[in-house]
């Protein structure tokens, strides 16, 4: 039963500001796009209908520079450098076409290339609207007790710190990641997990910074600073993903300085050679600078980031971190799978699964359930954590323990009630199977005064999506996902044949664990390895692509791996993968319309005659088309369809 949480009074703070989104007018791109298309457009018609060139002219002088300064800056950036920027081909282009009489063809090459460049920038930052807006779920304040709890103070949720505790009242957002200390209620986490239904929360459960509070009111105490919550720990990560650069796009970045320098030395050929054979130098201009535009490779260079930027935030949204560009595209490329046991396939923590009092003992379930957690009850190990837990699940008593010993190994002794209680090692009391339910199972004994009253199971579960996920990365790589485990052989076939693997690697140090990938991958294969632990960390540095589990992980683990599964949910990781390989060809597919846009174009050029206003309508199209090709994959259909496998 949950407590009445009457309000204190209350202390105001002032509160911080309320964080924004990117408007598109934010964008210096978007506004002097926006500049030179008006200018343009009051210049059109006075143009077209005959008007002086004087009341046109100042138009078409804001137009380009409104629309071309900045591009024309970043390329004399670039020659200073000894590169040669794409950019630049473009103000030159339409420099050139402006000296030959062609004014209007270079103002509208200028504005719908600022226009681009606009939509590019508008991509990018919608790219980082959709992870950093889990940002704006959480509150901008929060409702902070004092010790005792007889003081309300509202504070701005980024001066919240580890230790305090909150009140979050019915229908407010949480305002940062802790555990629930009293009341009950349900939480909205669907922002974080995806879970469709608000999940029940009540004493020692977990909750998450911007998740929506149901009916009823809660304590919670802080168990991250802001900083390091789940929605700051997807921003991060995804504001540094975006400043990489995929191999695929480092490899056309590379190829893109040689190319815009050929660009430059054909147009200078499609310039000189009809002059030399007697074409007028207008015609002959006209048609280099209509070839310098439809060849110069803008669409190209856009064609790999947005698809692999929009995964990424994708992703994030559906809690999978991964760290880069880089490692999205790698996570494509696999083609086998390695994973941990223990903390990975299983939860990592033991509950106690089975209580069995002796015949003859005189105790029922509680009773020999209370024995034991009051003997366990100033113990520091996990299992003996687990026993008194299991025990205060049930609202059990605990009597008060005397001249507790811990004996490293073997168990503990206490006195409970004046008569010497032993939990300890199960021998020949332990069932064959080491315990009950799907898992591992861990038999212990206890014993009241040398004679044995009962046996308790602990058991590390499998985690529910276990089976799942283990399918699903089965059909994903093509092969069965490897068991490596430090655990005993028998302990791991057990848990493999709850998941369905065949292959079983125990006993395993990390070492061990780093030549089971590095064996897989002198076959040729790209391994999958997923972990948890301090000791899978090198695992996870060795394989192809290393994914860890969030919840439980180490900070080396964390560190170490590629992504980053915040509520370890192991069907996110064949989700992701999916999801990296439908960015992997939409990348391709960009690259197909560029190369083919550009071919067509270019040989319109130099086998007909292409008009200006239809090459840079051809080129410039080819380029937005790309970028928005790529936010495809922003949409929610998109991770749906990765994690149903369509």
């Not at 090459?615 to 749906?640: F, I, K, P, Q």
Request: net charge negative; glycine share 10%; charged share 20%.
């Amino acid at each position: 039963m949950s407590t009445t949480l009457a309000p204190p009074p209350v202390r105001p703070s002032a509160p911080s500001a309320p964080r924004r989104r990117t408007r598109v007018l934010a964008l210096p791109e978007a506004r002097w796009a926006l500049a030179a298309t008006l200018a343009f457009l009051l210049a059109l018609p006075l143009d077209l209908t005959g008007a002086p060139a004087w009341l046109y002219g100042p138009l078409y002088v804001i137009a380009y520079a409104a629309g071309g300064w900045e591009p024309a800056l970043e390329g004399l950036r670039a020659l200073r450098e000894k590169t040669l920027d794409v950019d630049l081909l473009m103000i030159v282009a339409a420099l050139g076409a402006a000296a030959i009489g062609q004014v209007l063809d270079g103002a509208l090459l200028i504005v719908i290339f600022a226009t681009s460049g606009a939509l590019e920038a508008l991509a990018t930052a919608r790219t980082a609207d959709s992870v950093r807006g889990l940002l704006d779920l959480a509150p901008a304040t929060a409702t902070r007790l004092s010790a005792d709890g007889a003081v309300e103070e509202t504070v701005p949720t980024d001066q919240l710190a580890v230790g305090d505790v909150v009140l979050v009242r019915p229908g407010e957002r949480i305002g940062a990641d802790g555990r629930v200390l009293d009341g009950d209620s349900e939480a909205d986490q669907a922002t974080i997990t995806g879970e469709p239904l608000p999940v029940p929360k009540a004493p020692g459960d977990e909750v998450f910074a911007g998740t929506l509070n149901g009916t009823g009111a809660l304590r919670v105490r802080v168990e991250r600073d802001p900083a390091d919550s789940v929605i700051a720990r997807i921003v991060t990560l995804v504001e540094e993903a975006s400043e990489t650069k995929a191999p695929t796009q480092l490899f056309i970045e590379k190829v893109e300085q040689r190319y815009a320098v050929g660009v430059v030395a054909a147009t200078l050929a499609v310039f000189a050679v009809p002059l030399a054979f007697g074409s007028d130098l207008t015609s002959a201009l006209l048609r280099a600078m209509t070839f310098m535009i439809v060849a110069s490779p803008c669409a190209v260079v856009l064609a790999t980031m947005p698809p692999l930027l929009s995964a990424i935030a994708n992703a994030g949204r559906h809690g999978v971190l991964v760290k880069s560009a880089v490692a999205m595209e790698r996570l494509g490329e696999v083609d086998a799978s390695a994973i941990d046991k223990t903390g990975t396939l299983t939860e990592g923590t033991p509950e106690v699964t089975d209580v069995r009092p002796l015949p003859g003992s005189g105790l029922d379930e509680d009773a020999l359930l209370a024995l034991a957690a009051a003997a366990e009850h100033p113990s520091e190990h996990p299992l003996g954590r687990a026993v008194v837990t299991a025990a205060r699940a049930r609202g059990l008593s605990l009597a008060p323990a005397e001249d507790f010993a811990a004996v490293p190994g073997q168990g503990v002794r206490a006195t409970v009630e004046g008569r010497q209680v032993t939990v300890g090692r199960a021998g020949e009391y332990a069932d064959e199977t080491g315990g009950t339910g799907t898992g591992t199972g861990t038999v212990i004994l206890v014993e009241r005064d040398g004679t044995p009253v009962g046996t308790l199971t602990l058991t590390d579960r499998l985690r529910d999506d276990a089976p799942a996920a283990v399918a699903a990365l089965t059909a994903v790589t093509g092969t069965s996902p490897v068991l490596l485990t430090g655990d005993n052989r028998a302990t791991a076939a057990q848990v493999a044949a709850g998941t369905g693997i065949t292959d079983v690697r125990a006993g395993l140090l990390p070492e061990g664990k780093v030549d089971a990938v590095r064996a897989f991958q002198g076959e040729g294969r790209k391994v999958l390895f997923v972990g948890d632990g301090v000791n899978d960390a090198p695992a996870l540095a060795a394989a192809h692509s290393g994914v860890a589990m969030g919840r439980a992980g180490s900070d080396l683990a964390l560190e170490t791996a590629d992504a980053v599964v915040v509520r370890d949910e192991l069907t996110a990781i064949p989700a992701v993968v999916r999801l990296s390989r439908t960015a992997r060809r939409l990348v391709a597919q960009n690259l197909v319309i560029a190369g083919t846009c550009i071919a067509v174009l270019v040989v319109w050029d130099l086998a007909g005659n292409l008009p200006l206003p239809l090459g840079v309508a051809g080129h410039e199209g080819s380029t937005v088309l790309v970028g928005l090709n790529g936010l495809r994959l922003l949409r929610e259909s998109a991770w749906r369809r990765a994690a149903s496998g369509v």
